[in-house]
């Protein structure tokens, strides 16, 4: 079945820690995102990659960051950096920038 | 910069109501339009994609049309289900293939009973 999936669907850190956001797709798609999502803000983009190899921030990228070593897959790591990491983490992807995009199931990240 | 606005954020309609979800968007200079559905604690869903040319998009009982002009977006639910509950998101596409989709905030609808 083609689609894109994530892992953990829920995910507790201790303060001080990174923790790494898995997001595979097998949809062939170039485009891969990662948002945010907290209670009445709607989503709010972390980064993007348009192909393999380049990516680039989004709107909110400071205390993350992103690899796009193969096509399919986009990790996204939670730096100690981040001061309000507790958020619902989206990934998305979609053959191009403008084309329609498809979500994950979404990351439930907590900090303790 | 595009800004996308929905309005209200929230909605409560009597099961069986038929009912419109409103988008607003600040530069008409768009790729397409997309709606996309999300239930609680998951991901967004995609209901109908329009492309600038086209006026609307129909998908069994649900119809989004666009406007450009206006910079407008409805999104009409037909004869509604307590199943149609969920929070729906609107999406603009822009013209400049190397900018971002945006999207607005979201209306949380509720079908009453």
């Known amino acids: 079945d083609g689609g894109i999936t994530q892992s953990p669907k829920y995910l507790f850190r201790k303060e001080g820690q990174n923790v790494t956001l898995s997001c595979e797709q097998n949809?062939?798609?170039?485009?891969m995102y990662w948002y945010r999502q907290d209670p009445g803000q709607g989503l709010r983009l972390i980064y993007y990659?348009?192909?393999?190899?380049?990516?680039q921030k989004g709107d909110i990228a400071e205390g993350y960051s992103v690899s796009r070593e193969k096509k399919e897959s986009f990790p996204l790591t939670v730096t100690s950096a981040q001061k309000n990491p507790t958020a619902f983490y989206l990934c998305?992807?979609?053959?191009?920038?403008?084309?329609?995009?498809?979500f994950g199931p979404g990351t439930r990240l907590t900090v303790l | 910069k595009q800004e996308v606005t929905q309005i209200p954020a929230a909605l409560s309609v009597p099961e069986g109501e038929n009912l419109v979800l409103n988008c607003s968007f600040t530069?008409?200079?768009?790729?397409?339009l997309q709606w996309f559905r999300q239930d609680p604690g998951k991901g967004l869903t995609s209901l109908l994609l329009i492309q600038s040319s086209q006026r609307e998009q129909t998908s069994g009982r649900l119809n989004a049309s666009l406007d450009k002009s206006s910079g407008r977006s409805t999104l009409y639910i037909a004869a509604s289900q307590p199943g149609d509950s969920a929070t729906y998101l609107c999406a603009v596409g822009p013209m400049n293939r190397d900018d971002k989709i945006i999207f607005g905030k979201g209306t949380r609808l509720h079908i009453l009973p």
């Open positions: 998305a992807s979609g053959r191009i920038l403008t084309d329609t995009q498809y």
């Open positions: 949809l062939n798609h170039d485009a």
């Open positions: 990659s348009q192909i393999v190899n380049d990516f």
């Open positions: 530069d008409s200079a768009i790729y397409n």
